[in-house]
Nanobody
Framework: QVQLVESGGGVVQTGGSLRLSCAAS????????MGWFRQVPGKEREFVAA????????YYADSVKGRFTISRDNAENTVYLRMSSLKPEDTAVYSC?????????????????WGQGTQVTVSS
């Protein structure tokens, strides 16, 4: 069983930056494919970014490409999401997730483990 705990959310002005962290425990972190998703009330969970277990590949939603960067430190069992040039529409609860394969990685239903989420609010 893998436990995921996110941190780093908060309130930031438009154009600002934040770095989210997701600390993993209870499993073999370095073997997991990791993703970040976000959700606003009344909407479905949305794929944001993902990274392969060996850091060889990264994937981004078009809406965040060029502004967000996903990375991971397998020695620290942590995955990060660096968010820059933030916009009000980036406001959401951000959650990290883990899975053992890359198949259809944009679909939240294909992930095995989830964190509780951290709120990001971008003020205009």
């Amino acid at each position: 069983q893998v436990q995921l705990v996110e941190s780093g959310g908060g309130v930031v002005q438009t154009g600002g930056s934040l770095r989210l962290s997701c600390a993993a425990s209870g499993g073999t972190f370095r073997t997991y494919f990791m993703g970040w998703f976000r959700q606003v009330p009344g909407k479905e969970r949305e794929f944001v970014a993902a990274i392969s277990w060996n850091v060889g590949s990264t994937y981004y939603a078009d809406s965040v490409k060029g502004r967000f960067t996903i990375s991971r430190d397998n020695a620290e069992n942590t995955v990060y999401l660096r968010m820059s040039s933030l916009k009000p529409e980036d406001t959401a609860v951000y959650s990290c997730a883990a899975r053992s394969s890359t198949y259809r990685y944009t679909e939240p239903g294909n992930y095995d483990y989830w964190g509780q989420g951290t709120q990001v609010t971008v003020s205009s």
